[in-house]
T-cell receptor, first 113, second 115 residues
Framework: QKEVEQDPGPLSVPEGAIVSLNCTYS??????FMWYRQYSRKGPELLMY????GNKEDGRFTAQVDKSSKYISLFIRDSQPSDSATYLC?????????????FGQGTELSVKP | GAGVSQSPSNKVTEKGKDVELRCDPI?????LYWYRQSLGQGLEFLIY????????KSGLPSDRFSAERTGGSVSTLTIQRTQQEDSAVYLC?????????????FGEGSRLTVL
């Protein structure tokens, strides 16, 4: 079993839809949770970062962490074609300990106009 | 440039040959990472350099893989006697190594194809 599980998709939605992306994990030591976005043939870029449980909102994006269930989510409201990319969840156990992130497989999202 | 630079962007090689992949991190970033991304897979950690500390090599898949970082800046990932399963995109990332967590800045990767 992988430490971090993520449905690879692909996920196709119409423009304006609400998108829900999820990851589950097995290591209870994880405390820092991130979402990276990766456009085709580009490197990943940090989208959202959350510490421990709770919600964090940034514009159309909301990240949720439920440590009791070992489950994290990324919601995208009013999705746009420019949101079409692969979304990777990533986790780290100890603050500032090398950035040795454990990544999920990535979910490929396509937003159709 | 302002970002992480990797070269070559594409490399096709024959099985058994050695390859070198280069990474030039963001100026001033003390931490440097190599990850591997195979088709349909997430990013697999390979190795991490932080300042003058001994590198964390725990993710290297075999002794055919090695990496060095000269002068605390440019890094080279070397794969000896390449195998077809080494075909992947090799991503380099850097970070300031201070305070931030999770903010890795990635290059565009070196796409390796082993025939």
């Amino acid at each position: 079993q992988k430490e971090v599980e993520q449905d690879p998709g692909p996920l196709s939605v119409p423009e304006g839809a609400i998108v829900s992306l999820n990851c589950t994990y097995s290591n209870s030591a994880f405390q820092y949770f991130m979402w990276y976005r990766q456009y085709s043939r580009k490197g990943p870029e940090l989208l959202m970062y959350t510490y421990s449980s709770g919600n964090k909102e940034d514009g159309r994006f909301t990240a949720q962490v439920d440590k009791s269930s070992k489950y994290i989510s990324l919601f995208i409201r009013d999705s746009q074609p420019s949101d079409s990319a692969t979304y990777l969840c990533a986790m780290e156990g100890v603050y500032n300990q090398g950035g040795k992130l454990i990544f999920g497989q990535g979910t490929e999202l396509s937003v159709k106009p | 440039g302002a970002g992480v630079s990797q070269s070559p962007s594409n490399k096709v090689t024959e099985k058994g040959k050695d390859v070198e992949l280069r990474c030039d991190p963001i100026s001033g970033h003390t931490a440097l990472y190599w990850y591997r991304q195979s088709l349909g897979q997430g990013l697999e950690f390979l190795i991490y350099f932080q300042g003058n500390s001994a590198p964390d090599k725990s993710g290297l898949p075999s002794d055919r893989f090695s990496a060095e970082r000269t002068g605390g800046s440019v890094s080279t990932l070397t794969i000896q006697r390449t195998q077809q399963e080494d075909s992947a995109v090799y991503l380099c990332a850097s970070s300031s190594g201070q305070g931030d967590t999770g903010e890795l800045f990635f290059g565009e990767g070196s796409r390796l194809t082993v025939l």
